[in-house]
Nanobody, 116 residues
Framework: QVQLVESGGGLVQPGGSLRLSCAAS????????MGWYRQAPGKQRELVAV???????NYVDSVKGRFTISRDNAKNTVYLQMNSLKPEDTAVYYC??????????WGQGTQVTVSS
């Protein structure tokens, strides 16, 4: 069982930055693929960025060049650095862990609001 706890969300003006963190319990964090998803009101949840256990990284096109995903296996934590934020980035951001057997874990989400 893995528990994921996100933090770092908040209200920011357009063009600003936020850094999300997702702390995971358990001793095999390094074996999981870690992802950040988001869900805006009235929209489906979408994958924003993923970093695999082998540090392969992918982003959705809309955040390329603005967001950076990283992981610190010693701290059981995955990060999402978000720069040049836009109003359309407003959403609840969720952390996900998968790739160890059938397991698929989600955090509770953290709200990101980009508004002037």
């Amino acid at each position: 069982q893995v528990q994921l706890v996100e933090s770092g969300g908040g209200l920011v003006q357009p063009g600003g930055s936020l850094r999300l963190s997702c702390a995971a319990s358990g001793s095999i964090f390094r074996l999981y693929n870690m992802g950040w998803y988001r869900q805006a009101p009235g929209k489906q949840r979408e994958l924003v960025a993923v970093i695999t256990r082998n540090n392969r990284i992918n982003y959705v096109d809309s955040v390329k060049g603005r967001f950076t995903i990283s992981r610190d296996n010693a701290k059981n934590t995955v990060y999402l650095q978000m720069n040049s934020l836009k109003p359309e980035d407003t959403a609840v951001y969720y952390c996900n862990a998968n790739g160890v057997g059938p397991s698929d874990y989600w955090g509770q989400g953290t709200q990101v609001t980009v508004s002037s």
